[in-house]
């Protein structure tokens, strides 16, 4: 079993930067690939990036260029969040999968088998 905390959500204004960290219970990055989903009120979930356990990434096109995923601590992975903008804002999910998301599955929740309680993110214009 893994728990994952997520932190470092909050309002910011159109533009701005926050950084969402994602800790781990246990060590579980080296072998689990790692994902952020977010979910708008009204929205379906999508993902937003991944981490596999050799280190590829993966973004949504909606945030590359803007986003960054990467390991940042010991069992922490910490999304940053930059230029960001109104459709950025929605409840952010931190999520660990067994093995390699994988470019077709990355992106899909029910891949996942742990999640996090999630944190918000709102984006001000």
């Known amino acids: 079993q893994v728990q994952l905390v997520e932190s470092g959500g909050g309002s910011v204004p159109v533009g701005g930067s926050l950084t969402l960290s994602c800790t781990a219970s246990r060590k579980t990055f080296n072998f689990m690939g790692m994902g952020w989903f977010r979910q708008a009120p009204g929205k379906e979930r999508e993902g937003v990036a991944a981490?596999?356990?050799?280190?590829?990434k993966y973004y949504a096109d909606s945030v590359e260029g803007r986003f960054t995923l990467s390991y940042t601590a010991k069992n922490t992975v910490s999304l940053q969040m930059n230029s960001l903008e109104p459709e950025d804002s929605a409840m952010y999910y931190c999520a660990a999968m067994a093995g390699t998301p994988s470019s077709n599955k990355w992106n899909v929740g029910r891949w996942y088998e742990y999640w996090g309680q999630g944190t918000n993110v709102t984006v001000s214009s």
């Open positions: 981490l596999e356990p050799d280190g590829m």
